[in-house]
């Protein structure tokens, strides 16, 4: 089975085929951070437009990479949630309209669950079952899997996610757009052991995330430190991201312990953090799997191959577009087949 996937949830559109037995074909990713960046943000309406843009020709691109046509696909799969209403919408009655004239089944793909999958992508493939931390700029979740749709949620964030509270922080220490990374590399440069932040609902039982009093300590600090200078920035980030490592560190541990599994499975965005593969490498007394770093963040391959999967279990998508801003992973239906069925 061919599929095309498509990815269009946010400020990225991601185009790939994946075909089953051979693996990932071609992918093709555009960025809109340079959009975006005067704003400090992403504004959905903008990325929405871009989206439009882009779509057709990333379409062409990866089938012209992969020496194939429309007409060799077997499946269309799309993003259908959770994300901005009017980027979904965009690949989504691409991608359903794109099916129905090619008279192929098309699925809708639940963006958490694709990021949950891009690990198998990898050549080291985790068994199940496995435990799943999911951390990116909306989501900050512990998973059980024991299978494609068979999921329980273990603990998530309360308030602001990891990814989110990464941006915010570089928002008050002012080092750009996306905050993630470059807060990541002012830490760098960072004085180790200059300020101490805390690390949030460690000090009780449970798999729950807070990182909302994280963040108000981190502006309490740039406040007393103002006028911020270069290495203020830098200490300040080296702090935030030691908090947040080791506080997913903490979870983790319990996670796996409670599981009573050896494996981790880690994916999102934040997963491309090279403090937290550290950490977690060297500190978790367990297999720790992540995703190649280009698929870290929003990317086609990973809608391509969770929709190869769904669709090789048999669902379709119904001919109406529908599509979902926010959609808890926990209300994904198990499809009756292995997570890495489609590697065949």
């Known amino acids: 089975m061919l599929v095309l996937g498509i990815e269009t949830s946010c400020d990225e559109t991601g185009l790939a085929l994946y075909e089953h037995g051979s693996g990932l074909l071609a992918d093709a990713l555009y960025s809109q951070v340079e959009l975006h960046a005067r704003f400090g943000g992403v504004v959905p309406e903008l990325a929405s437009r871009d989206h439009v843009r882009k779509i057709v020709p990333l ?21 259908a949630g959770p994300g901005l209403m009017g980027a979904l919408l965009v690949g989504a009655a691409f991608g359903r309209t794109l099916a129905w004239s ?29 435990v799943a931390l999911l951390v990116s700029g909306g989501h900050t979740q512990l998973v059980r899997v024991d299978g494609l749709g068979r999921y329980e949620l273990m603990g998530e964030s309360l308030d602001d996610a990891a990814g989110e509270a990464f941006d915010k922080a570089a928002k008050m220490l002012d080092l750009g757009f996306p905050g993630g990374p470059a807060l990541a590399l002012a830490a760098e440069r960072g004085t180790p052991g200059r300020f101490r932040f805390p690390r949030p609902m460690t000090d009780r039982p449970g798999l729950d995330f807070s990182f909302s009093g994280l963040k108000t300590h981190t502006l309490t600090t740039v406040k007393a430190c103002a006028p911020l200078s270069d290495q203020d920035r830098a200490d300040i980030s080296l702090a935030f991201e030691e908090a947040v490592v080791e506080t997913i560190l903490i979870k983790c541990r319990r996670a796996i312990a409670a599981a009573g599994i050896g494996h981790l499975v880690i994916a999102g965005g934040v997963s491309a953090n090279r403090r937290l593969r550290d950490r977690l490498d060297r500190d978790l007394d367990a297999h720790v799997h992540y995703a190649p770093p280009r ?36 209300e994904l239906r198990p499809a009756g087949l292995a997570a890495d069925a489609a590697r065949g």
Not at 300 to 328: D, H, N, S, T
């Open 295 to 330: 698929l870290c963040t929003d990317n086609g391959a990973m809608i391509a191959y969770a929709g190869c999967l769904r669709l090789m279990a048999g669902e379709r998508a119904p001919l109406e577009v529908a599509i979902r801003a926010r959609w808890p992973m926990t």
């Open 59 to 79: 379409t062409r691109e990866v089938l012209a990479r992969a020496g194939r046509t429309q007409d060799d696909l077997d499946g269309i799969a799309y993003t």
């Open 102 to 130: 090619l008279g192929i089944p098309a699925v809708g793909v639940h963006h958490m669950e694709a990021h949950l999958l891009a690990p198998l992508l990898a050549e080291r493939e985790p068994p199940l079952p496995f």
